[in-house]
């Protein structure tokens, strides 16, 4: 049976993975879980925020449910121990180069996002994010110069085999999509770009199907406020769609409603599923949060980890279900608690 590394994490995380899991369970009978400490929890459990445990695990596994880290508590450490840095180290050690973010609009949303309905409505944008290069996993430093001033330094670069195996996703995601493609550089002042923009122009050549576009990093953060919908999917570097993913996700309503998946091919293989939304210190252990974001990452597991696209839609169908019928947690302006809320998608299922 597939085994399933649940990695709860800190804050939030474990709430909303539970409820995850409840929906797996059903859904998918018979996986195996395993259960590891992450990020704080990890520094907690064993002084390093990814244990050597915790990493066997999760390469181990046929998949990853994760759930968030970070907290106020570990800002204070060194970097590489602050609980981020398991999140970054999962990502380069199973080499999960793609980031895959939908930022979809539930019918029964509409009016949830800051912006006016009739900008956001009909909202279906993916975006794929580069996630185990550029600016992120470059040579970075502080130093001190001549004139005595503190210098801090990160080094973005992009080499052809990690834009092209990026950009394929994009291009084949598209493909089963609406055949639309914008990739989003830096390219009038960044090499880095200019690189990542010439690789696209050549594969382009090879998905005739698909219409490529190409739009600068800062027009792109407008248009996404502007008029969203004109985007079906966007393909970018690590840096630029960290950025990115977090705008599109207001657009779409609540940051708790949007899954993630970090891949390294497109089925069948390890890869893990978290909610884009973070730890939330703030409400941690309260019951308040929503868990749709995970329920619906379980889903992106259950189609590409799983290979399951029938079970997938059910879980997602729930989730549309459930809102339909007027469940909210607080962030959607309703009063269910977490576990209530899993109780509503459980019973959309049936
Ligand atoms: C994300 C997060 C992470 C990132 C942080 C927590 C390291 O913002 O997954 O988008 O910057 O990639
Ligand atoms: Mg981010």
Known sequence: ?????????????????????????????????????????????????LP??????????????????????????????????????????????????????????????????EVVNGLDIVIVRELTGDVYFGEKGQRVLDNGQRQGWDMMSYADYEIRRIATVGFEMAKRRKGKLCSVDKANVLETSQVWRDVVIEMSAQYPEVAVTHMYVDNAAMQLV?????????????????????????????????????????????????????????IAGQGKANPCAAILSAAMLVRHSLGDE???QRIEAAVSKALDDGARTADLGGTLSTTAMGDAVIEALA
């Open 1 to 49: 049976m597939p085994l399933i590394a649940v990695l709860g994490g800190d804050g939030i995380g474990p709430e909303v993975t539970a409820e995850a899991r409840r929906v797996l369970e059903i859904v998918v009978p018979g996986l195996d879980y395993e259960e590891a400490p992450v990020g704080g929890a990890g520094y907690d459990a064993s002084g390093h925020p």
């Open 310 to 312: 029938a079970a997938a």
């Open 226 to 282: 502007r008029a969203p919908t004109q985007f079906d999917v966007i393909v970018t570097g690590n840096l630029f769609g960290d950025i990115l993913s977090d705008q599109a996700s207001m657009c779409a309503g609540s940051i708790g409603m949007l899954p993630s998946a970090s891949l390294r091919a497109w089925v069948g293989e390890n890869g893990m599923y978290e909610p884009i939304h973070g730890s939330a210190p703030d």
């Open 52 to 117: 050597e445990a915790t990493l066997a695990l999760a390469k181990r596994a046929d998949a990853i449910l994760f759930g968030a880290i970070g907290d106020p508590r570990y800002e204070k450490l060194e970097r590489h121990l602050r609980p981020e840095a398991a999140l970054l180290s999962l990502r380069s050690e199973l080499g999960l180069f793609a980031n895959i973010r939908p930022a979809t609009i539930f019918p029964a949303l509409a009016d949830a996002s800051s912006l006016k309905p």
